[in-house]
């Protein structure tokens, strides 16, 4: 059996392929913990409850303080971008990834002894430097996906490796808490971050590779299975086609889709610990726990997206520009509607507020079969270069809405809401 792109769709079964979705979902699930224990470990740092523990160090940074922290990490993801996605396209994705890696492993287990010495300013510093390292692990992924699966199975794994994203968030916002609540409190944040990354790196030193033909474990026939099912270009290096990328409408339309994306998600990510612990007034442990669960509702919708998309688009009930056009729909008026609800809810009514926020991020993973795999659709050989190019122009998004809502939040942690909505 072929499907609509002319590639034979017989099931080798699991293989080798395999582990590498497995691995580069690892890999997500690491990242997006060290990234995602930010807002929280922000919150304890400056716990004033605890501003008496002698075990450890409460510092008094007001909310601009704490904006431009939360902030400065998209600084550096900004900067990296492109660089990344042109290092992943000459280098290949598995060095990349361990520039991701290992670089943020090494930072937090320091971040605790510098900020002493430097306080906000050194944790600014720290996190610029973590997103420049963070920025390659998209890039580097795309590139990977693009040489280790076939067509006809793109969709469907990718959906799994990027469901490590909210795999992370959801496992580090509790963590994260419980972490908070212990005798070395924040500290203990960073420390076991950097344990988790350490031990990541190691399985993808070991298990990962650039593509079929650099994995000494693969057998000749998976390998063949792989490769005659790419819908990518082999063998010699191909010229950047700048012109044509910047060109095509498609790639204008992602740019813009990509921006709004940032924007909305930024605003969850960011500030969700603190909407749900100074707006909604539920203590700093419980409101890490609550931070994760709409995240499993974007997990669920992600995957069930992308596999509920390839079958559409496998039995040509719909085409893939039509298939990614109605879950990307779906994704952005969610997250759309459910801030205007937000708007209007206080604390008074905290379970249609969680109710709110579980349904709308469920609906933004309906994106993973939207705009998210976009620009393999456009350009498989230059997927990862062109994911990184939109990345990087939205991340503007990221870096303007902590700071922008820091200064409209001041003393009332709902009336960033009302603003967005």
């Given amino acids: 059996m072929k499907n609509p792109n002319g590639v034979t769709e017989k099931n080798y079964g699991y293989g080798v392929r395999h582990i590498q979705v497995l691995c580069m979902t690892l890999n997500l699930i690491a990242l997006f913990i060290a990234r995602s224990s930010l807002g929280v470990a922000i919150l304890a740092m400056t716990d004033m409850k605890r501003r008496n523990d002698p075990d450890i160090t409460i510092y008094e940074w007001d909310n601009r303080t704490q904006g431009i922290i939360l902030s400065s990490f998209f600084w550096g993801y900004i900067v990296m971008q492109i660089p990344g996605g042109l290092l992943a396209k000459r280098y290949g994705g598995k060095p990349i990834v361990l520039l991701a890696l290992l670089p943020n492993a090494?930072?937090?287990?320091?971040?605790?002894?510098?900020?002493?010495?430097?306080?906000?300013?050194?944790?600014?510093?720290?996190?610029?430097?973590?997103?420049?390292?963070?920025?390659?692990?998209?890039?580097?992924?795309?590139?990977?996906?693009?040489?280790?699966?076939?067509?006809?199975?793109?969709?469907?794994?990718?959906?799994?490796?990027?469901?490590?994203?909210?795999?992370?968030?959801?496992?580090?916002m509790p963590l994260s808490g419980v972490l908070a609540e212990t005798k070395m409190g924040w500290k203990l944040i960073y420390y076991v971050i950097s344990g988790i990354l350490t031990v990541t790196t190691c399985i993808w030193v070991f298990l990962g590779a650039n593509s079929p033909g650099d994995h000494r474990l693969i057998t000749k026939e998976e390998k063949v299975y792989i490769e005659s099912g790419l819908n990518v270009v082999s063998g010699k290096a191909l010229k950047t086609p700048w012109k044509q990328i910047f060109t095509t409408k498609g790639f204008w339309a992602l740019l813009f889709t990509h921006i709004g994306s940032f924007i909305g998600f930024a605003l969850f990510f960011v500030e969700m610990p603190t909407y749900l612990e100074k707006g909604l007034q539920i203590s700093l442990k419980n409101s890490a726990l609550l931070s994760a669960l709409p995240y499993v509702g974007m997990l669920v919708g992600g995957v069930a997206s992308t596999n509920i998309s390839d079958k559409l688009f496998r039995k040509r009930y719909l085409s893939l520009i039509a298939c990614r056009k109605l879950f990307n729909s779906i994704g952005f008026i969610g997250m759309a509607v459910g801030l205007i609800m937000l708007s209007f809810i206080g604390p008074e009514n905290r379970a249609l507020a969680m109710i709110t926020l579980i349904v709308a991020l469920t609906s933004s993973g309906f994106c993973s079969a939207g705009f998210v795999m976009n620009c393999l659709d456009l350009s498989p050989n230059y997927g990862g270069l062109m994911v990184s190019i939109s990345n990087c122009i939205g991340s503007v998004g990221s870096v303007i809405t902590p700071i922008f809502t820091s200064i409209i939040l001041r003393n009332d942690p709902v009336r960033s809401l009302i603003l967005y909505g």
């Fill in 106 to 172: 090494v930072i937090c287990v320091l971040l605790p002894s510098l900020v002493h010495f430097g306080g906000w300013q050194i944790v600014c510093a720290c996190q610029v430097l973590m997103g420049m390292t963070q920025a390659c692990i998209v890039p580097s992924t795309h590139t990977l996906l693009g040489k280790w699966l076939p067509v006809h199975e793109i969709t469907s794994y990718s959906g799994i490796v990027y469901g490590g994203m909210e795999i992370g968030i959801i496992v580090a």
